[in-house]
């Protein structure tokens, strides 16, 4: 039965499984991290234990999901040998020096000074402190930077050549780490994860102002996540165009697969809703804005747009996911837009903390960054397939000889292990988000029994 | 100029994948050091006397923890870069530990942080943190059992079963790494513990040191058993000689280690755990150079391109100092930071 099991579909569902969940953990703690940072400053700087007592709540929060980003991303580091070897030895000349440098840049820069970020507050000078903040923030940010480097090199590769036994050589490092979709997926990401944590931090301040508790430390979570979306939401609409001009040059059937777009024309339709029909390759259902494709897409009324047709039948990802998953990413990027001007505006009129509606709209939103991120991944790695290098490697031909039956073991087997600890990690926030910032005594060792008994995680007290 | 270019260009083939190689055992090893007392903390906590030593051994490493892993990241990272395909062979064949050894590390990873915060469901956590650690370090063992015996190769591909990292050596050399982490943990608990589970630390010091002694000896007289190159390394005549401090000091660390004990040193029987640990990897390198897949593949076969290497190692020469000091500098700070820096 085992034999059966295919072990390549298998493999992409539990790649994207555990690369999804891990996703989760970076897209929070890249912006989080950097929040910490100006809050701590501030506190250096203006004395006002208000900023303290923020950032040694969110110092909580941060250690859970920073913990649990690590933990599930020491999984991906080896996953590309189990499931991925054949990547692994054709492309390990490219990709491997890549992730060691993220390894060896980012990951230690973070661990290294994450304990005393954690543990050292009372252990080092302040200014020690903070620049091991400042070290945290600046290595999930290199993190980021070599991963999506690695990331945008398969999906447009350049700067290497080929052997005869097919193996990848690199021919010019610059050329492959700035490859042309770099910049634009690099700081793409980089935004979504600011905005992903303004929304989290305002939801959870206008929940506070809601709740009447803790209100003037919602007040300035509230305060500064929407100075930040309310330029950053519409910067990142105009990366995200940028992107797509991009993708439109070196992925032309991703643009093809997110726009359902079969047949080439010029003047071609914005499709807002349809159901891609792979058997009949045409749309059903379908709701369109005559012309405005093409200006989306090329910025000009009678541009030319590549449909999925023009690709040959093998080359040709399957349009549903990254079509959907696009209006998806895309309909929340306008909505952040909306909530951000919204606010600014009840800001100038001086109503921001007192409109419950938008305050009520702004606590629901807390997790539209998530979901935005996630999306916007599977648009890039479903729309990029069949290839997992694109034009150069396919994800069938990459796959590990290892039977489905093993696959499908450990797959089932992470299903369970995550699953507990996501909704362990949901809940502990939860508790400590309920319980808010400013309530707990400042100072450590205020002579409460046993301090052996006293917890040192560094989410705090049971 | 042309002439030593050309000379570079046919030393560095032979050369760099010489210094990947020690700086990828230089990782392992660090990884085994550290991730080894951590690891073996989490395997005595079953046993520990009491909830409160519990508390006290994992705050002893709760600011350790993440740095330690880091050096397998580098391990594995490091593996794909430097020798892809030595990566690319060995993670299929050992595809079942390699994925049981990473959820062992997610449940006891994510540990350190929910333990503290539950009280009702702590004696979950407790068996995540244990558990966890118990099968991270078995699959270790069971990983390097398999890496000894090698695997079944064709065509730059692993070929072989499922489960071919099962045999009786790989499941012994998995109970010897076990001992071996809590040999090293009750190490690290002399030197941190407060007096009574210091005390505790030493029995159990005693008896790792004895299961470690016998494996070392099993080990030293299966191994060249595995492979006729082995033995072939160790005894013949020439190489019986130099070879011989490495058994003789091992002996002489496991005395000393005892003799530690007895007295009550408080940091002597870590140092001379390391030790042992830095002996057996020793002893496991004369083995196997210069295979990465033993008995097919040398280092030189599976090394990445010379370009690649190199580009790395621009990176690592000024990196590994900075971050071996910054590690340095964090364990100093927090040294004790153990019983009474909670930092809210």
């Not at chain 1, 330029?231 to 991703?254: C, F, S, V």
């Not at chain 2, 210069?290 to 076969?301: C, G």
């Not at chain 2, 971050?323 to 364990?331: M, N, P």
Request: glycine share 10%; proline share 6%; net charge neutral.
């Amino acid at each position: 039965m085992f034999s059966e099991l295919d072990p390549l579909l298998l493999s992409r569902i539990q790649f994207a499984f555990t690369i999804s969940f891990h996703i989760i953990f970076p897209s929070f703690t890249i912006g989080l991290a950097a929040w910490l940072v100006v809050l701590e400053a501030l506190w250096l700087k203006t004395g006002k234990q208000i900023y303290a007592d923020i950032s040694r709540h969110w110092i909580k929060i941060f250690a859970i999901s920073f913990g649990m980003g690590v933990v599930s991303g020491v999984v991906m580091s080896y996953e590309f040998g189990t499931n991925w070897s054949e990547l692994s030895r054709r492309g390990g000349n490219v990709i491997g020096p890549l992730l060691s440098y993220e390894v060896l840049t980012a990951f230690f820069l973070e661990a290294g000074f994450l304990g005393i970020m954690l543990f050292g507050r009372e252990r080092v000078p302040k200014a020690v402190h903070f620049f091991a903040t400042c070290m945290v923030a600046l290595g999930t940010a290199i993190s980021a930077f070599w991963i999506l480097s690695a990331n945008s090199w398969m999906q447009t590769p350049q700067g290497f050549t080929v052997d005869s036994e097919g193996v990848l050589h690199v021919a010019d490092w610059w050329q492959v780490i700035f490859n042309p979709s770099f910049p634009y997926r690099f700081t793409h990401m980089v935004a979504a994860a600011y905005l992903t944590t303004a929304f989290v931090v305002g939801g959870i301040g206008a929940w506070y102002i809601l709740r009447d508790r803790c209100v003037s430390h919602g007040r300035v979570m509230l305060g500064m996540a929407l100075s930040l979306i309310v330029w950053l939401a519409p910067l990142q609409l105009m990366i995200g165009d940028m992107h797509g001009l991009n993708t439109r040059e070196y992925q032309p059937a991703k643009i093809a697969a997110i726009e359902a777009h079969w047949e080439t024309r010029r003047g071609a339709p914005l499709v807002l809703f349809a159901w891609p029909d792979t058997e009949t390759q045409s749309n059903l259902y379908e709701i369109a804005i005559p012309k405005l494709g093409s200006f989306v897409l090329t910025h000009e009324w009678d541009g030319e747009v590549r449909g999925l047709k023009s690709f040959p039948p093998e080359d040709r990802p399957n349009p549903i996911i990254p079509f959907f998953s696009f209006r998806i990413m895309v309909g929340i990027g306008f909505l952040m837009i909306a909530l951000g001007i919204t606010g600014a505006v009840l800001w100038l009129m001086g109503r921001l903390y007192t409109t419950r509606w938008y305050l009520q709209a702004m606590a629901w939103s807390f997790p539209i960054g998530f979901i935005a991120v996630l999306a916007g991944w599977f648009v890039a790695e479903v729309g990029r397939q069949p290839w997992v290098v694109y034009n150069v490697l396919r994800t069938a031909d990459a796959v590990s000889p290892v039977p489905g039956g093993s696959v499908l073991i450990t797959l089932l087997l992470f299903f369970v292990v995550y699953g507990i600890i996501f909704g362990a990690g949901i809940y502990y926030i939860a508790q400590l988000v309920r319980r808010g910032p400013g309530e707990i005594p400042p100072l450590p060792d205020a002579g409460e029994g046993d301090p052996s008994r006293r917890p040192i995680a560094a989410g705090g007290a049971p | 100029m042309i002439a030593s270019n050309l000379d570079m260009a046919q030393l560095l083939p032979i050369f760099l994948p010489l210094v990947w190689a020690s700086i990828l055992a230089l990782a392992v090893f660090l990884y085994v050091l550290l991730g080894g007392y951590d690891l073996g903390l989490g395997v005595l906590f079953p046993i520990a006397p009491s909830d409160r030593d519990r508390d006290a051994m994992m705050a002893s490493v709760s600011p350790f923890w993440d740095g330690n892993e880091t050096w397998l990241v580098l391990g594995g990272g490091g593996l794909l870069a430097a020798f892809p395909l030595a990566y690319a062979t060995m993670l299929p064949a050992l595809y079942i530990p390699i994925f049981l050894m990473l959820m062992g590390l997610i449940l006891r990873g994510v540990a350190f942080e929910f333990r503290f915060k539950s009280s009702r469901y702590r004696w979950g956590w407790d068996l995540a943190f244990a558990g966890g650690s118990i099968v991270a370090a078995l699959m270790q063992g069971l990983i390097i059992g398999a890496f000894v015996r090698g695997f079944t190769v064709e065509n730059n591909q692993f070929a072989g079963g499922p489960f071919d990292w099962l045999s009786a050596f790989s499941i012994v050399t998995a109970v010897a790494v076990l001992s071996g982490y809590v040999l090293l943990s009750a190490g690290w608990l002399i030197m941190k513990a407060d007096e009574a589970l210091r005390e505790w630390a030493y029995g159990v010091a005693r008896y790792a040191l004895i299961a470690v002694a016998v494996f070392i000896a099993v080990f030293s007289l299966w191994t060249p058993l595995l492979h006729p190159e082995i033995a072939d390394r160790w005894f013949s005549p020439g190489n019986l000689v130099m070879f011989s401090p490495v058994p003789l000091l091992t002996a002489a660390a496991v005395i000393g280690l005892w003799r530690g004990i007895a007295k009550r040193q408080r940091f002597a029987p870590f140092l001379w755990g390391i030790l042992i640990f830095m002996l057996c990897y020793t002893g496991l390198a004369v083995s196997l150079f210069p295979y990465i897949i033993p008995p097919d593949i040398t280092i030189w076969e599976a090394a990445a391109a010379p370009k690649s290497q190199l580009f790395m190692l621009y990176g690592a020469i000024p990196l590994l100092p900075i971050i071996l000091g910054y590690t340095a500098y964090s364990y100093y700070v927090l040294w004790d930071a153990t019983e009474h820096d909670t930092y809210h």
